[in-house]
């Protein structure tokens, strides 16, 4: 049995995060940045670009990625990963949405490789 167990905190709502924006969840000693896109999909990042921690949450959203406003690195939403030829990650975690009501689970991450 490869069963997954998964520890769901509600984090609020859709509504509560504008679209193309983020909100801040301050957890475990870091800060996890929620994001959601113009078509209201929505990913938690650790707010800390992988460059020179720049925070994440203050950037641009856009196609699926995050520009950090420090250095102007693209950040995969999904993953967490720099996008182009820039090269490092930041912690991706799961998310999913109920009835609009944000979830997400700390316990498991997109670890950085």
Not at 67 to 80: A, F, K, M, Y
Not at 83 to 101: K, N
């Given at each position: 049995?490869?069963?997954?167990?998964?520890?769901?905190?509600?984090?609020?709502?859709?509504?509560?995060?504008?679209?193309?924006?983020?909100?801040?969840?301050k957890?475990?000693?870091?800060?996890v940045a929620?994001?959601?896109?113009?078509?209201d999909d929505?990913?938690?990042l650790?707010?800390?670009?992988?460059?020179k921690?720049?925070?994440?949450?203050?950037?641009?959203?856009?196609?699926?990625?995050?520009?950090?406003?420090?250095?102007?690195?693209?950040?995969?939403?999904?993953?967490?990963?720099a996008?182009?030829?820039?090269?490092?990650?930041?912690?991706?975690?799961?998310?999913?949405?109920?009835?609009?009501?944000i979830?997400?689970?700390?316990?498991?991450?997109?670890?950085?490789?």
């Open positions: 049995m490869n069963a997954e167990i998964r520890n769901w905190i509600q984090i609020g709502s859709l509504e509560d995060i504008p679209r193309q924006g983020a909100r801040c969840v957890t475990r000693g870091m800060t929620v994001f959601r896109t113009a078509t929505v990913f938690a650790e707010d800390k670009c992988p460059h921690k720049g925070p994440l949450s203050q950037g641009i959203v856009h196609d699926g990625c995050v520009t950090c406003p420090l250095h102007n690195w693209v950040i995969s939403l999904e993953t967490g990963a996008q182009g030829a820039d090269d490092g990650r930041t912690l991706a975690f799961p998310v999913r949405l109920e009835d609009s009501r979830y997400i689970d700390l316990s498991h991450s997109h670890e950085a490789v």
